[in-house]
């Protein structure tokens, strides 16, 4: 509520974001202190983001992104992890300079106004990151510097002249052969550059570079994103401009000790200044510094359009300054709306703040995560973010913590319930629940983010048959001590779905752990399993909902449509029907039943021709007025005024008047 609270009224969602509370890492604050003590830590666990560009409002793909790189941190953390969550903004290049001119603003002005509305966001989705990086820090700016400084040692930067096809959207290069109908394999429209720039040498690195992927087959992944990379390196690679000289909004080139004034102008390549995000927020160039250790990173997650400067183009650098690479590379699908690609042109952009506040924060997290086999793309439609809160939230895990609770806290004296002996079956659904950590574990190690939900709900699915068979209501005279037991089972059941569900819907998930009376202290993966189990008789809360279902708002109904029928033709239509209306009654009246039944179709078929809410097809009737002397009441403040109408004027009179003229 505090996050949602301050609302601003203009449309610009950039406004709209930037007047929310900056307080984006107030999340990762609360999430790290579940962490486990230091002596259980395991290895550090380096997770992030893209650096999402400030040319444009943040949209429902960069929720995307960001909310699977949070359910994947967030149970690292309570898994034992020593994790660190990266994200940030990329405030340089042609497109932000080109917008902050078309808005009016300086490029940093726009770029602090953009980059505000991204970081928001943490805020408004329970985003847990540990940083926030922008490129336009002074700390950022040194680190790309000196690794510019450290490729040109090696050898792999040189000063050429570069003449080719450039796309400005992009910032990207392509080849003649790439171009598809004179665009971008994007769509994006590309301009003829001619220019003095600095080269890097990609081509000295593709061999080592296909080398190492066919060496590492979950360096990138999925597999098809892997093939799509191999295929683009097979006929070679060709070297990379890593300068521009036609702007001037970038890290400026440091000057080449061996050629003193060539870099003058020259600004880097807004991808070279971007991938070292990943190093510099660790504090590059200090390999010393106690956050390095965090490197090389456990996973980059990004979108499928940015798959070759992170697959090729950030490697080659670290090859070439001799860091180690990145574990792994991760490659998501984009979101569809009704079965429509996404833009403004069109109208159907779905706005990340507005679903939040529509449906609530945790519900479209779940569903985000829910809907779409993670890798592949998704389509957005409001009616199935409905269907999965109802049915998978409110339904089936909602409706089962409240009958279980409410029913335990008021037959067991308001305590949690006492177990007695296991049956069978009693042991078959607390195996279940026990059996979730391992899988879980399985499925985020994979990157299989929807077999999450569909593993957790597979098991409140199991309780709520648990719960049907057992029928602790029915217990309750006949058996008190096996109702116990039951609704206990019920109870550990549902503690484990909360435990592990807190990566995907943290607010719901403390609702249930506070309303079970699981503390803070054990709401780490290390009480998963029978030594972490609910001790009966403790004194319980009074039990709340915690997913209401989601009702949309009631539609007006639309107005009657009225057929395209000129005045006479429809003074024919409704005589025909009177006189066959007419028809129907003598031939009934005289017994003709089958005749008078024939007769009945025909006059169904003349009334179907007639208008929607037409008076003769089923309408109102509309009152007839009298164009004379019809006498009608005024009421207003206090004072009734009669009136008659004559013709089409009406003249009022107060009611003394009526009373003195009889």
Request: glycine share 6%; with cysteine.
């Amino acid at each position: 509520a505090g996050v949602l609270g301050a609302r601003c009224a203009a449309a610009s969602l950039v406004t709209r974001m930037a007047s929310r509370p900056r307080a984006p890492l107030r999340a990762a604050a609360r999430v790290r202190n579940l962490r486990t003590s230091a002596a259980m830590m395991r290895d550090p666990f380096f997770i992030t983001t893209p650096i999402y560009y400030v040319n444009g409002e943040p949209h429902i793909g960069h929720v995307y992104t960001t909310l699977s790189c949070d359910v994947i941190a967030r149970f690292k953390r309570l898994d034992g992890y020593d994790v660190k969550f990266l994200t940030g903004t990329d405030e340089h290049g042609q497109k932000v300079e080109q917008s902050a001119n078309a808005a009016g603003k300086t490029p940093l002005a726009f770029a602090d106004r953009m980059s505000d509305s991204f970081r928001a966001l943490l805020g408004v989705y329970d985003l847990s990151a540990d940083q926030f990086i922008r490129t336009t820090s002074p700390e950022h700016k040194a680190a790309a510097q000196a690794l510019w400084l450290k490729l040109l040692a090696s050898g792999d930067i040189y000063l050429g002249a570069y003449e080719g096809w450039y796309s400005v959207r992009d910032e990207a290069f392509y080849a003649e052969a790439e171009l598809i109908d004179g665009n971008a394999p994007t769509g994006a429209p590309v301009e003829w550059v001619a220019e003095t720039s600095y080269f890097f040498r990609l081509s000295r690195y593709r061999e080592r570079l296909e080398e190492y992927i066919r060496a590492n087959p979950t360096f990138i992944s999925p597999e098809s994103r892997r093939n799509e990379v191999v295929s683009f390196m097979r006929d070679g690679l060709r070297d990379l401009s890593i300068s521009r000289t036609t702007f001037s909004w970038g890290v400026p080139v440091p000057e080449d000790p061996a050629s003193p004034g060539s870099a003058a102008g020259h600004v880097m390549y807004v991808w070279l200044d971007a991938l070292t995000n990943y190093i510099s927020a660790l504090g590059y160039p200090d390999v010393q510094d106690e956050n390095f250790k965090f490197w090389p990173a456990s996973l980059h997650m990004v979108g499928k359009d940015i798959l070759r400067f992170h697959a090729i183009y950030w490697p080659a650098f670290l090859m070439a300054a001799d860091l180690p690479l990145p574990e792994r590379l991760f490659a998501h699908g984009w979101w569809t709306r009704d079965g429509q690609k996404m833009s403004k042109s069109i109208g159907n952009v779905v706005e990340p703040l507005e679903l939040v506040d529509k449906y609530g924060c945790d519900q479209v997290r779940y569903f985000l995560l829910n809907e779409v086999a993670f890798g592949s793309d998704g389509d957005f439609s409001h009616s199935k973010m409905v269907d999965c809160i109802n049915a998978k939230l409110s339904n089936d895990l909602g409706n089962l913590a409240y009958r279980t609770l409410s029913f335990a806290y008021k037959h067991c004296d308001a305590k949690l319930p006492v177990p007695a002996e296991l049956l069978p079956d009693d042991h078959e659904m607390l195996d279940a629940a026990y059996a979730l950590l391992p899988t879980l574990r399985s499925h985020v190690d994979e990157l299989a983010l929807h077999r999450t939900t569909q593993s957790l709900a597979a098991v409140v699915q199991q309780a709520n048959r648990y719960i049907d068979t057992q029928a602790p209501w029915a217990l309750r005279k006949s058996d008190p001590e096996r109702m116990g037991t039951v609704l206990w089972v019920l109870c550990e059941a549902l503690r484990h779905v909360a435990l592990l569900q807190q990566p995907i819907t943290p607010t719901i998930a403390a609702s249930l752990l506070d309303q079970l009376g699981v503390e803070h202290s054990e709401r780490t993966f290390s009480s998963v399993g029978p030594a972490g189990a609910l001790q009966g008789g403790v004194p319980m809360t009074a039990p709340s909902i915690i997913v209401p279902r989601h009702e949309a708002p009631v539609e007006p109904e639309p107005p009657p449509s009225v057929a395209a029928l000129d005045p006479e033709e429809l003074r024919a239509l409704e005589s025909a029907v009177g006189e066959m209306a007419e028809a129907v009654r003598a031939l009934k009246a005289s017994g003709k039943s089958d005749e008078a039944g024939a007769r009945v179709s025909e006059l169904l078929a003349l009334k179907a021709q007639l208008p929607e809410g037409h008076e003769l097809k089923g309408g109102k009737k509309k009152k007839k007025s009298k164009s004379v002397g019809a006498f009608f009441v005024w009421e207003g403040r206090g004072d009734v005024v009669s009136g008659v109408v004559r013709g089409d004027t009406a003249t009022p009179r107060h009611r003394h008047q009526d009373r003195q003229q009889g």
